[in-house]
Structures are given as C-alpha cells and as structure tokens.
C-alpha cells in the first residue's frame, strides 16, 4: 500500500461568523472544532498515521485558553495519529505567539508544531520540510529554504507551506509568492500548501486541499481533505469532511416563470435544510404577482435553512404588465407607480409593493 498521509489546511479555529446570528455562529465555530474528529475518523479509514496542516490552524494569533486548547485536546484523544501543525498568516510563530504558549504547556506526543525552517524525520526515509511564518509580511518566499535543506541520501522530502503560488492565494501580498516550480526545485515528493480555501493542484506535486469546513460563499471545493498516496503523489484523493453546505445560485426570472417552480430546484437537496447556507442572487423582469410570490418563497426558505442571503437587487418590477396599477382610475396612481418602476432600486420596489397594497385593500 505504501506510504499515506492526509493533507489538510486552513482550519481557523475560532473564526467568530459574527456577521450571523448568535446560535448559527456558535454551530459554525462547532463545526470547525468537531471536523477534527471527522479528519481523524477519515485518516483511520484510509490507514494513515499522519495528518500534515498547512497553516492557519488558528484564525487568530492570541486566541483564547478555551480555543487553543480544546483542539489540542481532541488531537491528543486520536493518539492513535500524527498531527503536523504548522503557522500560517492567521498564527504565525512570531515572540509571544500561540505556538510559544503551547510550547510553555506542553504538547502532547502525538501533536508537533512544525515551528522551525528544518528538516524533521517523519518515517526512517521520509522528511519533512516545514516553512513556517514567523511575522504577518516575511516578505520572500518562504519555501525556498527547501532547495538547500539537507536529506539522507534517498530520502522522500515532503514540504508543508503556506501562501499563494505565483499570485494564486488569498493574500498575494503579505508574501513573496511561492514558486510553481518549487517541488521540482527542491526535490520535493509532494508539497503541502495551505492559504487557498478550495481544493486546487498548484503545480507539479504541489496542491491546496481547502478548508475542511467551509467559511464563506464561494464555488471552490471547499470542505474536503486529500489523501496522498507513494507514488501517486500527484494524484491525491479528495474526501468530503464537511458538516454545512455554503451555496450560491444565480436566478434569472421572466415573466413566463412560476416563482415556486424556479426556485424549486435550488430549495431542493439531498443536504440537510438546517445545514444549508445559500446565497440566492435574482435577476430579470417580473411582474408584482411574481413578486410578492417571490417573497413567500423567501420567507419560507428562511425559516428552513441555516442561513438565507436573498439578493433581489437585481429584480426589475414591470408595471406596464400590472393593470391594477397601470390603468388604475386616479391619474396620479398610475404615473407614480411607473416612476418607482422605473427607478429601479431597492427603495422604490419597496414602496411600489407598499402601493399595491393600498390599492388592492380599496
């Protein structure tokens, strides 16, 4: 079977969610601390022993006793695994850090913090080649301290980093961008990169796993692990860790469209409601009956899901094709409802549904 080990990254332990309510930021943070179970259950399954985190195990560099440690706590429980931590651009191992903290405490056997630029034996023949951020801007590459790390004669070299490649990544600028190149540079049999939240092959060997619990709307492949395997380190398998569904869909309406029927497709899903976060952006022409159709449809999936973000901005009301409001006796009626039609923004929809409240209640 050879040699297996999972790669992962980008954990942000303790990322607040405050842009949520209360009780779903607190099911997000969850989540996060939970996947560690679900990555030691993954590694059990596959049979390997070590699990390499690429960086930002922490979102923050001071966080809390409670956060810092419960993690370490439900690493030492799976003593059974190897944890390979290593600091990132959210907790880099600069004086006074997290990593110096832990170190202060202890760490358990089965947890090493990958704080020192040098090689560490994994195996009798396998290295790893950590490079690990000590300030928020180191300002060059940090993975070219591989090319002159020094290896047994023979030895497999894995490097574990952090960063964009060649501009790729979520913060091109607080480093010099990380070569493409770099596993063949340094004689690499696979490079460990985290800083991209999505799965994504960033060179010869080289891949971003994502995050193993999705943070924020985006269509990347987040919230997965990758198995690697001896001799098909190019070719990593990706597994699915993820607890909650961040989706976002696109909408076009016409007038031909049953609001129901258009969004059915969306609403429906193999993924649990209550662990789905969707983000719904409309566009196109409607009529108010769509509209008001529309609404029903929101509040509904509000109350099912996680999470709703309803994004109608986009939605053009289409008076002309109303006429209870486009030949409505009273003269004034009408041209104010197609001026409000005709501005178009989130204000003037608001008060144009309002009018045809007014007028269906006369």
Request: proline residues 7%; aromatic residues 6%.
């Amino acid at each position: 079977m050879g040699f297996r080990f999972l790669h992962t990254a980008d954990w942000q332990l303790g990322k607040p969610f405050a842009g949520f309510e209360p009780d779903l930021s607190a099911s997000l943070r969850d989540a996060r601390l939970a996947m560690i179970d679900r990555i030691a259950g993954v590694a059990r399954d596959a049979a390997a022993v070590h699990v390499l985190v690429a960086g930002d195990v922490w979102d923050q560099a001071m966080p809390s006793d409670r956060v810092l440690l419960q993690p370490i706590d439900r690493m030492a429980a799976a003593e059974d695994l190897i944890w390979w931590l290593l600091p990132g651009n959210h907790d880099p191992a600069g004086p006074e850090s997290l990593w110096q903290r832990l170190a202060a405490r202890g760490l358990p056997v089965n947890v090493r913090a990958a704080v020192d630029a040098a090689p560490v034996a994994m195996t009798e023949d396998i290295y790893l080649l950590p490079a690990p951020w000590t300030s928020k801007r180191p300002g060059r590459d940090l993975t070219a301290s591989f090319d002159t790390m020094e290896t047994p004669a023979g030895a497999k070299r894995i490097g574990l980093a952090h960063g964009g490649v060649q501009g790729f990544g979520s913060d091109p600028d607080a480093s010099f961008p990380i070569a493409a190149d770099r596993a063949d540079l340094a004689g690499l049999t696979y490079l460990a990169l985290g800083d991209w939240h999505g799965t994504k092959r960033a060179g010869p060997r080289a891949w971003y796993p994502g995050t193993p619990e999705p943070d924020r709307f985006r269509n990347n492949d987040a919230g997965a692990v990758l198995l690697v395997q001896e001799g098909h380190e190019d070719e990593p398998q990706r597994i699915p860790t993820q607890t909650f569904a961040w989706e976002m869909h696109s909408l076009a309406m016409e007038r031909t469209l049953d609001p129901n029927d258009a969004v059915a497709p969306i609403a429906t899903s193999d993924w649990p409601a209550h662990q789905r976060l969707l983000q719904i952006e409309l566009s196109g022409r409607v009529s108010l009956e769509q509209r008001r159709a529309l609404d029903l449809v929101r509040q509904d999936l509000s109350a099912r899901l996680a999470h709703l973000d309803w994004r109608d901005d986009g939605l053009e009301i289409a008076v002309a094709d109303d006429q209870s409001l486009n030949e409505h006796a009273d003269p004034v009626i009408a041209e104010t409802a197609r001026r409000l039609a005709a501005a178009g923004d989130a204000e003037s929809q608001a008060a144009l549904l309002l009018l045809d409240d007014l007028v269906s209640a006369s």
